[in-house]
């Protein structure tokens, strides 16, 4: 069974930075094609992806925020780490960790980890 | 990066209603197309990959279609457990950009 779990603070001020800690169990991230990303959804809009990192350490970010996120991971805990500087409240949102797998040219995120509200505010 | 527009954004519907949500790339991506459901309170659970296959335990009341830039989801009788928002991803390049999102509620 593969499961993900988001931890990290349910709160941060503004021009903070958040670091958020995915940690998984069921699969290996240093599995050809296996990936871990970063999803956000601030309450009652949309989905939004972030980062993504790949079992060979590729890195791929957000256009809008790359100059904001780093994505890291230690296969050996079975975590990814991202972090994002200079919050500000436009930020607050559920931030989720999700598997990135698949075959060939097709990937999707499955499974999703519940998810972590943060809230940025003073 | 690819736009993906969603429509509509949301729709009322009946049990035992055919519905329809449609997506939009603003370029092609092929059939790089993931379709998602929402619901409230809960992370988004994977339903269809390559526009058309259904992940595995998916019901087959749900289908989904398209190519290029036009997708759709359609899902045939709906049920109460589909009351849902749901949401279509494109794969072909990064970022996988995610449409708006459509949300199904009962009439």
């Known amino acids: 069974q593969i499961t993900l779990k988001e931890s990290g603070p349910t709160l941060v001020k503004p021009t903070q930075t958040l670091t958020l800690t995915c940690t998984f169990s069921?699969?290996?991230?240093?599995?050809?094609?296996?990936?871990v990303g970063w999803i956000r959804q601030p309450p009652g809009k949309a989905l939004e992806w972030l980062a993504l990192?790949?079992?060979?350490?590729?890195?791929r970010y957000s256009t809008s925020l790359k100059s904001r996120l780093t994505i890291t991971k230690d296969t050996s805990k079975n975590q990814v780490v991202l972090t994002m500087t200079n919050m500000d409240p436009v930020d607050t949102a559920t931030y989720y960790c999700?598997?990135?797998?698949?075959?060939?040219?097709?990937?999707?995120?499955?499974?999703w980890g519940q998810g972590t509200l943060v809230s940025v505010s003073s | 990066d690819i736009q993906m527009t969603q429509s509509p954004s949301s729709l009322s519907a009946s049990v035992g209603d055919r519905v329809t949500i449609t997506c939009r790339a603003s370029?092609?991506?092929?059939?790089?197309l993931n379709w998602y459901q929402q619901k409230p309170g809960k992370a988004p659970k994977f339903l269809i990959y390559?526009?058309?296959s259904l992940q595995s335990g998916v019901p087959s009341r749900f289908s989904g279609s398209g190519s290029g830039t036009d997708f759709t989801l359609t899902i045939s009788s709906l049920q109460p457990e589909d009351f849902a928002t749901y949401y279509c991803?494109?794969?072909?390049?990064?970022?996988?950009?995610f449409g708006g999102g459509t949300k199904v509620e009962i009439k």
């Open positions: 999700a598997r990135w797998a698949g075959y060939q040219l097709l990937n999707w995120f499955d499974p």
């Open positions: 069921g699969f290996s991230l240093s599995t050809s094609g296996v990936g």
């Open positions: 990192i790949y079992w060979d350490d590729d890195k």
């Open positions: 370029q092609s991506i092929s059939s790089n």
């Open positions: 390559a526009a058309s």
């Open positions: 991803q494109q794969t072909y390049s990064t970022p996988g950009t």
